[in-house]
């Protein structure tokens, strides 16, 4: 089976836009262009509900700042360097200034506790070193080390 092309001539070609033009012309000149309107029912304005409720604003503390609250206390704080509980408990805040009311954390305290339904053992982080913390934050994590020691020796 074979093909056979036929090839357009340039006389074809400059006919060819001639025939578009009336063609559009002749669809421009109907008597009767104006648009009609469809035999359908109007669309209903849509219904506006009222927006929700922002949430709540969100408080974020620094990371110095924070610590768990009661129920979630670890048992046991740990120095990160040497993973024992801070030998020298006076040593663990420094002032930060002579006369503020500042203090500077002088290790990275970490805690270690259970986490999830199956109780995984985890350590988070308590306080980096070089934290800057205000003295009530240093006297709660103090009075948990020295109950910690207490517990210790105790044993």
Known sequence: MTATRTRKTAAAKADAPQEQDTAAESATETPDSTPQAPDVAPL???QIEEAPEPPAGVQYATPTEVIPD???LAEVILDDATKQPPADLET???PLTEYGSTLQCTVRLVEQTFLGPH???VERL???KG???SEGIAARILDRLREQASRSAAS
Do not use: G, M, W, Y
Request: glycine share 0%; charged share 15%; no cysteine.
């Open 92 to 94: 663990v805040f420094q």
């Open 70 to 72: 009661d129920e979630n």
């Open 44 to 46: 209903e304005p849509p």
């Open 119 to 121: 109780s995984n053992p």
């Open 131 to 133: 934290a800057v913390v």
């Open 126 to 128: 308590l306080q980096p």
